[in-house]
Structures are given as structure tokens and as C-alpha cells.
């Protein structure tokens, strides 16, 4: 008899171990699940809530939620596509991003995602927060515009670089991005160039 365990995903089985998310099972059998917080070398957080799927009926996040035998996961219906291009939507009011004119066209995860899912437009009224740039650093700056907080760099300088570079700070609207030093600048943190936490940015 065998022992291989399954869920559903848009109809397809997929195979996953005991342990796995929804998401690793799929990315493991190369299915997409859009994400963007979600990093498969860092504990899940759910934080950006990109990847929803409806699991049997409910919305949940595919990078937090268990694989389960005999799970019906929806990835792709009206609803839940919708779902994600709402949340995008948000995510681009909310900071000063520049996809259609941005030299790093191709390489932002941020506007591949939000072209996957049909995101042309930002639908909602930008806030245009007047945000700083961190320049500080000799070889990497920061600018807080575009930063969507999915806590990628915050994870990579605390659990791979054991540095604890940084942090977010605020409640609700006011949440952001902060450098654990004490002028509040890269350039005076411990930070370098060939961290982790330097390459796992979802935003160019």
C-alpha cells in the first residue's frame, strides 16, 4: 500500500511530507503560488498574504497553512485572483512605486507578481508618503519608498547573518522599516554587503 499523501491544488494532486505547507508541497511539484514574503529558508510568517488560496472554503495563507491528505486548494479562481490583486493594489498605494518606467524592469518580484495577477493599475488613491533614502552605507542603499514590509531582510539578518540589523517599528499605518544602530543609518550598522539579508529584497 502506498504511502504517498496528496492534496489537491486547482485539481492536480500534489504529492507533499509531513510537515509541509501547502506552499512547499506545490513549489516542490512546480506549481506557482504568488507570494511575497515567503521564502522557502526562512520560517513562514504569512505576513503579506499574497499567496491566499481557499482551502475547502475558507481563504488561508498557502505558505502558513498545513498540508493536509485530502485538502481542495483553490489557486486561481475569479475570487481569490481578485483577492491577491486587491492586496497588491494596497501594497503600491501605500509606497512610491514606479513599475511601468522603473529601470529594473524584469527583475522586481513585486512587479511580477502584480503583472501575474492582471495588476495594471493601481485602483486606489496613492498616499505619496514622504519617505527617506538611506545612502549611508558605501555599498548598499535603502530606500524606504519602496519597502513593503514582508520582513525578509529583518528574518535573513536574524536567523542566517545573527546580526539583527533590522527591525520594524509602528502599529498599523505607521509600521516601517528600522536600522538597529545608533544613528539609525546602514552606514553605521554592522551590516555588509554580502549578508543575507542583502539579497532577499521581493522589492528592486
Do not use: W
Not at 508541497?25 to 488560496?53: D, K, M, W
Not at 508618503?129 to 558605501?138: G, I, L, N, T
Amino acid at each position: 500500500m502506498s504511502d504517498t499523501k496528496t492534496f489537491s491544488l486547482d485539481g492536480v494532486a500534489i504529492e507533499f511530507n509531513d510537515g509541509d505547507s501547502i506552499m512547499d508541497a506545490a513549489l516542490r511539484a512546480g506549481a506557482y503560488i504568488p507570494h511575497l514574503c515567503h521564502n522557502p529558508e526562512f520560517t513562514p510568517q504569512g505576513s503579506c498574504r499574497v499567496c491566499v488560496v481557499e482551502v475547502n472554503g475558507r481563504q488561508v495563507s498557502a505558505c502558513t497553512q498545513p498540508a493536509a491528505a485530502g485538502l481542495e486548494v483553490d489557486n486561481g479562481s475569479d475570487a481569490i485572483v481578485e483577492e491577491r490583486r486587491t492586496l497588491l493594489q494596497m501594497l503600491f498605494v501605500d509606497g512610491n512605486h514606479v513599475c511601468p518606467c522603473c529601470e529594473k524592469s524584469g527583475a522586481c518580484q513585486l512587479q511580477a507578481v502584480a503583472y501575474y495577477n492582471g495588476m495594471l493599475s493601481p485602483h486606489f488613491t496613492h498616499f505619496f508618503p514622504q519617505r527617506s533614502v538611506d545612502a549611508s552605507h558605501p555599498d548598499i542603499a535603502i530606500d524606504f519608498n519602496r519597502c513593503i514590509l514582508c520582513e525578509l531582510c529583518v528574518r535573513a539578518s536574524r536567523d542566517f547573518d545573527h546580526k539583527n540589523v533590522f527591525s520594524l517599528s509602528g502599529r498599523g499605518i505607521d509600521t516601517h522599516l528600522i536600522i538597529n544602530s545608533p544613528s539609525g543609518k546602514l552606514g553605521d550598522s554592522t551590516f555588509a554587503a554580502t549578508d543575507k539579508a542583502a539579497h532577499v529584497c521581493p522589492v528592486c
